[in-house]
């Protein structure tokens, strides 16, 4: 009997590979095994793709908060990437969804706090991120922060 567990945590295709050996020798058992810690190995690494995702996301969001000089161009672009990618999760992802991260909320709220804490030196003063302020608020420049003053 093999090590699925340690297999799928090692390597996601070679525990394909090794499934399908399975299947061709008859040994279904064997193959639904594997087939059930890919799955488990493939939904905790999304998991983990959408918790650096939310950290990222809430560390700008704070950075942008803490003061004008954090709010640039690289940060609002990395803003709206990490929601991009975010939703790209939860679409490929149906056993993620909007629960999971509010389950999550608080635990990637606090990791984000002392990620801008050290990036910029200093203690973010919001005590915590809405709904609304990571998913749905702007941050961008106007044309003016951007140097721009023409229309």
């Known amino acids: 009997m093999k090590n699925w567990a340690e297999l799928a945590s090692t390597s996601h295709y ?10 061709y020798a008859g040994n279904m058992q ?23 995702q939310l950290v990222r996301l809430m560390k700008h969001i704070l950075k942008w908060k803490l003061s004008p000089e954090y ?3 690289a940060c609002s672009l990395s803003i709206l990437e990490s929601r991009r990618e975010i939703s790209n999760i939860l ?47 702007e941050y961008a420049l106007s044309r003016l922060e951007n140097g721009n003053n023409s229309q």
């Not at 064997?30 to 650096?52: C, F, H, N, P």
């Not at 509010?102 to 005590?127: N, Y």
Request: hydrophobic share 40%.
């Open 30 to 52: 064997e193959a639904i095994m594997g087939v059930t810690e890919l799955i488990d190995a493939l939904t905790r690494s999304d998991k983990r793709a959408l918790q650096g």
């Open 14 to 23: 070679q525990t394909a590979v090794e499934v399908r050996q399975e299947l």
């Open 91 to 137: 679409e490929d992802t149906p056993a993620l969804n909007t629960s999971h991260i509010e389950d999550s909320w608080q635990q990637v709220f606090d990791i984000a706090v002392l990620e801008a804490e050290i990036e910029t030196g200093h203690e973010p003063t919001t005590t915590l991120l809405s709904w609304a302020e990571v998913f749905d608020n």
């Open 71 to 73: 709010r640039t161009v």
